[in-house]
């Protein structure tokens, strides 16, 4: 906790409000929101990009949209739906919850942390923007070369979607470096590293996945802006080069990604299961060694994506066995969850539908995932919509399911409203029935060898009735998804009063108010056990609860004591907390405008460089 | 709740001199020294990813000319040289902060930027001479891995000299500087993590030709 | 405690020794440099020659100057991860590359 628990007797700066507030914040919890809230909005873009391909594939041979246009939207579709929206609602959870979860009072460096976010926005704009500027990226999500070079994909789009992979690469490499440092430093006294939350020990490894991975991606796509742009040979086969380069370098940035999507939620799974079970998680050790194995493991196994590019029959068997092995410390999360459920007792309330959900879904798409893992199979199905159908049921059925899971476990602490149980169990049933209808036939489709990304196909195939079957399937996720949309603004409005500790939770968050203060934590609490709120409402051994959770008021009533009413007048007197920062901001916008420039002409590029290294100056003096 | 003693590992960082003295954290080590060694390790992977690159593909030009063609081995041998002398510079310079002698510190600071920038004119020189030896990012492999691999070496040596500046100008702003050791040593890490890819770089594109 | 042992391990410095001084280091990798030049110009196969010394220079960088030897083993363990993954990552990638041109 340096600089934090000390009381130091500074004139409490006024925090400024409204959008000044928001766009120069350095709180965990305001940037937190702001990456939950973006991503829910990319995760929107993305969606209706989702609905556009599906209504252009309801019927054969239909010409709803061109298919230039076609090959922009499926590609933007993968790139938000990973970048835009998986990877920053995950760290947008966890850069909200890991300080409350650890007992600390904010990330390790605030003002990187507010770069990591606006890097993540801006480089977002730099991907959208190229709709405007003569045509987005088009060549899949990722982006293989000699697809994506000067050749085969003349507008600048390829040029935006390297430039805003490397800008958002920063600020995830940035975010990482705060998580890592955050968890292993910033604990509260008592909390060792056992005694961690699972959420915070997944975003730990997931941490050190993107620090290892994202470097492959940013190389690789300052390759192919390098090939694009000034001719270098480095994917053209006439040259010498080597088209499979872009592929190994993206996929030993790409496999590991999946688990950068998958391990937060098996995290978020790991905190909603045991509490809606009321009963400690079952192998909390196996769950925490499985999460490292699986990071270990997750950078071996990147080539199982390139079993039809021709590789050696040596390299396709190690590949193959080594992501079969995976399959193992994963189910070890699953079992230890279902041995959590088994035996307790269960509140069949939102947060758990969405988890038991995940649990089913995720093992739909382990399961095609261990078939596509099988050489022969693969080579069979790959680039097909079998292939389409595995990675949505992991990444929608695994990661959405799970974040919708955390997202009403805690939206009470984050907004002190709870989210309507009857609206989340609405939207919950019609989610998972749109889901299915939308991802079961593609397993059929790809057998039957429709391949994925094209832009229409032949009647008569007997492909008809599931794409159509399909397209209702998506729109009722889209009506899913209203229905989470209009749940939050009326439980914002008039949602009951959540309390502190909702759900009778057994981790640090639920102690402070909701939402939190501005310093999380009147006083840094110190921890003796796993569950250190359960064991102060219940007694260390109590295993089952001595009150029904109608009680928890009372339940709460009684912690009171440990934080009085003068503990929090000192704790708002007195904590020193950063105060915002224009530089996050500033900096980021450099590094954008350089990125335009990169495109558009000297100039611009050195205004960009002026401003960044302006944003640094002011950064470095700047007294926080 | 009323127990606040940190039963973790709360005992400064007296092992190494350079650190700032660390308040209560769980591994007992400064955030931003923690940081630092985190981003190297990131940044270990990135070089990696572009070794790999250049190793793949530099012999599979189809045309010239070739690393043997245009390669000057004594150019960029005094330019190795100079790149370890300015690390020797640096930690002379750490040694004089934790000493207190700021004047001096100053001083090796200065040079350490000063044989950076050095190191840099020599890598501007031997582009321009490759230039007109024809040799281009363009064209052939051996021209777009070499120039992306030493380009992207040569950017973080000019990140460096930038940091450099920063943290002298702070120290001659104000003598006293709490914690200049400390400064010092961040960089630090930054510019030796930089020369010791560049000793890298240096046996596998010029040694091993 | 087992958890606690974890965190003091990776707390304890790697060594208490002071080791040589930093101009020791730097005669030893300038010299390291001279001889590395020479053994570039010699008639042998160079590479199991050139990249152990290599690996020496960076490691007394590393360990020296870095301070990795007398800093917390954190420090070094999540270093050397790192560089662990960065080195399996251009083997593999050189196998993998190299079979291909056999014509695989």
Known sequence: MAATSKALPLLQRRAPSGIIRWLTTTDHKDIGIMYIITSILFFGVGGIEALIIRIQLARPENTVVTPEAYNQIFTMHGTTMVFLFGMPILIGIANYMVPLMIGARDMAFPRLNALSFWTLVLGGVIMYSSFLLGGAPD???????????????PSHGMDFWALGIIVTGIGSIAGAINLVVTILNMRAPGMTLFKMPLFVWQMLVT????????????????????????????FAANAGGDPLLWQHLF???????VYILILPAFGIMSEVVPVFSQKPIFGYRAIVYSGILIGFLGFGVWAHHMFAVGMSPVADAIFSLSSMLIAIPTSIKIFSWIGTMWGGSLRFQTPLLYAIGMIAMFLIGGLSGITVAIVPIDLQVTDTYYVVAHFHYVLFGGTVFAAFAGIYYWFPKWTGKMLSETLGKWQFWIMLIGFNLTFMPMH???????????????SGLGWDIWNELETIGSFIIAIAILIFIWNVVISMIKGKTA?????????LEWTTSSPPPRYDFAKIPTVHSLRPLWDQKHGADGNMPTETPKATART??????????ADVAVAAAQIHMPAGSWAPLLLATGITILCYGMIYGVALAAAGIILSLASVIYWTWQKV | MANLTNTNLTSPASVDAASVEVEHTSMGVDNRKLGMWVFLASEALFFSALIATYVILHGRSTGGP?????????LVSINTFVLIASSMALVTGLSAAQRQDIRKAILWLA??????IVFLGGQVYEFSHLVTDKLLISTNLFGATFFTLTGTHGLHVLSGIIWLILVIVQLVQKRDLPHADFKIEMVGLYWHFVDLIWIIIFTLVYLLI | MQETKVEQKLAKPVSRKTGPSYLVVFIVLAVLTGLEIVVSQLPIPRAPILIPMAFIKVALVALFYMHLRTDRRLFAMIFVIGVLVGITLILTFAVLFSTQTGGV
């Open chain 1, 499 to 507: 309390g502190n500790d909702p759900w009778d939770g057994f981790t």
């Open chain 1, 556 to 565: 709460e009533a009684s912690l009171r004591p440990a934080i009085t009413a």
């Open chain 2, 66 to 74: 070739t690393p043997r063609d245009v390669l000057s081995l004594p």
């Open chain 1, 207 to 234: 941490a050190f996945l993107l620090l290892f991975a994202i470097p492959s991606l940013t190389v690789d796509s300052i390759l192919l802006f390098l090939e694009r742009n000034f001719s270098a040979p480095f």
């Open chain 1, 444 to 458: 059929l489709l790809g057998m039957d060898g429709m391949p994925r990304r094209v832009y229409t196909y032949g």
């Open chain 2, 111 to 116: 040079v350490t930027a000063g044989l950076g």
């Open chain 1, 139 to 153: 060549g899949g999500w990722f982006a293989y070369a000699p697809l994506t070079t000067k050749a085969y994909s």
């Open chain 1, 251 to 257: 996929w030993f940035f790409g496999h590991p990604e």
